[in-house]
């Protein structure tokens, strides 16, 4: 029986947001709350407070997580950044571990984290996002994502999720999710998830969700960045389903 859900993402493509739409229809199909797993396990060190972020996949962290299950049949769901590893890639095959991944344009991906970088700057609130101020110092972060991407979509046991898809029809992910999960929700249920993560009410919550808009790089980027950014990862932007910018240009509509 699987026993926890890892909720994997992209920075700033809105895994806060899909982790908690996950958590919450798991509660709802019966699973444990990871906020409360989190505490009564000693798990506060490893887990993140706000969306229970583990952080890097490595085996001793790993096996930490899944002690509750491991020990007393806990059944939760935890989110990570990182691509998966080894033991991690073990657990999915046997089906012990069910897996998500959602991903975004990596030029949208790019104007959120300079974007979060100014905000916290501002702020001067300490923050992992500070150093990406610029485009140069943003790309490396960028294609170190787009490589966990690949490897997330080399393990056919994943669900891969596009952000602007979860924008676009979110009841209709949120289905999906539940079949991939092998969760029987109520039509219910489902709807009152649904209206609690659309984008207008997620702006003002934890979910690190602000602006929210697919394609917002052609209005925020200069066409000197735009071309720096397709000539570094033109044939990565193509080989994750997006159109370049001249072809989305000229598209009707």
Known sequence: ??????????????SAWYFNMTNDLAISAGWDDP???????????????????????????FLLVMYPHIIFGRQYVIKTHYAPTPIVKSWISKRKVL????????????????????????????SAFTPYNT????????KENISRWRQWRDTPEALLVRYEDLLQDTRGELDRLCE?????????????IVSRYTARKTEQSNLHFHKGVAGRYIKNLTEDQISLIE????DSLQEMGYLLTSEL???PG
Do not use: C, W
Request: hydrophobic share 40%.
């Open 180 to 192: 991939h999960l092998g969760f029987d929700v109520p039509e219910s249920a489902r709807e009152e």
């Open 135 to 142: 485009l140069e110092k943003t790309l490396p972060l960028i």
């Open 231 to 234: 000539d570094q990862i033109g």
């Open 1 to 14: 029986m699987p026993g926890v859900i890892l909720s994997a993402g992209m920075v700033k493509a809105g």
């Open 35 to 61: 906020r409360q797993i989190r505490t009564a396990y000693g798990l506060k060190f490893l887990l993140t407070e706000a969306n229970v972020n583990m952080g890097k996949l490595t085996f001793f962290r």
């Open 99 to 126: 897996t998500t991944y959602v991903y975004r344009d990596p030029r949208d991906v790019i104007v959120s984290t300079m974007d979060h970088s100014k905000r916290v700057r501002e702020r001067g609130i300490p």
């Open 249 to 251: 240009l000229q598209k």
